[in-house]
């Protein structure tokens, strides 16, 4: 069987503050929603459009992100795209999770480049 990758880059703006929780291991985990902005024509005309992303960060690139990041903040992510469900009412909702490997926070202080989160740590949470 040949390789495959499975890689996402994105660049954008966090939706809202992360909401960060411990597992039951006293791992860390974050999840933030991360804004990014198109532009595109349609019938000749200039349309723009928003997308969300659904990230999650683990262990200390969470508890990064849990100090620094709020809404607003301006992201460059990268990770694996990850798909899952729920069920809500009986219903079946897909899900799809980037799981953030690396990231750097690009609106630091003063405007200039901030610290790049920690590494490319394990992020399986059964680990």
């Given at each position: 069987m040949g390789r495959s990758v499975n890689r996402v880059i994105l660049v954008g703006n966090a939706g809202a503050d992360p909401d960060v929780r411990r597992t039951s291991s006293g791992r860390t985990v974050a999840h933030l929603s991360l804004a990014t902005n198109r532009v595109f024509l349609r019938d000749g005309e200039?349309?723009?459009?928003?997308?969300?992303?659904?990230?999650?960060?683990?262990?200390?690139?969470?508890?990064?992100?849990?100090?620094?990041?709020?809404?607003?903040?301006?992201?460059?992510?990268?990770?694996?795209?990850?798909?899952?469900?729920?069920?809500?009412?009986?219903?079946?909702?897909?899900?799809?999770?980037?799981?953030?490997?690396?990231?750097?926070m690009l609106d630091g202080k003063n405007g200039s480049e901030a610290a790049t989160g920690p590494g490319a740590e394990r992020d399986d949470p059964l680990a």
């Open positions: 200039e349309q723009r459009r928003t997308d969300w992303h659904r990230l999650t960060f683990w262990s200390g690139a969470a508890e990064t992100v849990e100090r620094f990041v709020h809404r607003g903040s301006r992201l460059y992510v990268e990770g694996r795209l990850e798909y899952g469900a729920y069920d809500r009412d009986g219903v079946s909702i897909p899900t799809a999770d980037v799981i953030v490997q690396e990231f750097v």
